[in-house]
């Protein structure tokens, strides 16, 4: 395994990114950076040299950089963000960022939210963040939660989770909240912070800023 001296990893996906700010104020020096598939061209475009550069390039065109590029088979079992979240656990980074991840195609979108979850079984913390949105995965830990103008949306993957939502205008006690619920969607915080502990299961947690709509 080839380990990295990077503090995190940034993974920018294919999906659009409408706000060029949002890969200037989220990807640092020391960032170990990958561009998957399609979304190397983001990076470049803003003149930011990826570390790695993987995907099956069925989109758009296999980059030449003076940089490592994977070329993957497009018949394969994974998406190219699996692979590049493989790859980056790989090389010993276990703090994952990923841009350019939501929107669009939301099969793509979904497969996403997927992957949260099945890494953070591993010890894997993956946040993925959009011009609107903060996702991201908690499993038996307590977090708090700015207000910060937003909603609080909350969802069992994979299974029942039981939660407690504190600091917000609908608390919850030690529920068992089912994949299959949609109450989670949109609480509002009313403190300072909010609480979020789970106790069983793993949680889908939203940060949704109200200029989503």
Do not use: W
Request: hydrophobic share 40%.
């Amino acid at each position: 395994m080839e380990l990295v001296n990077k503090r995190r990893c940034v993974i920018v996906g294919a999906a659009k990114i409408e706000n060029s700010e949002l890969l200037k104020k989220n990807i640092f020096y020391d960032d170990f950076v990958i561009g998957a598939d399609a979304g190397y061209k983001a990076l470049t475009n803003l003149g930011i040299t990826p570390d790695l550069i993987v995907g099956d390039f069925d989109s758009c065109d296999t980059p030449e950089f003076d940089v490592e590029v994977i070329a993957l088979n497009p018949i394969k079992d994974c998406t190219d963000m699996e692979f590049a979240v493989e790859r980056a656990v790989e090389k010993g980074l276990s703090d994952i960022l990923i841009l350019g991840a939501t929107g669009g195609r939301l099969d793509h979108t979904f497969a996403n939210f997927a992957l949260l979850g099945d890494f953070k079984q591993k010890g894997i913390n993956i946040t993925i963040l959009d011009d609107y949105h903060k996702i991201y995965t908690l499993k038996d830990e307590a977090h708090n939660v700015q207000k910060n103008n937003r909603f609080l949306s909350v969802f069992a993957l994979g299974g029942f989770a039981e939660v407690t939502l504190e600091g917000v205008f609908y608390p919850l006690n030690k529920y068992k909240l089912s994949p299959f619920q949609s109450m989670g969607v949109s609480n509002e915080i009313t403190d300072t912070n909010a609480k979020i502990t789970v106790t069983d299961g793993t949680l889908l947690v939203m940060e949704v800023s109200k200029e989503a709509f």
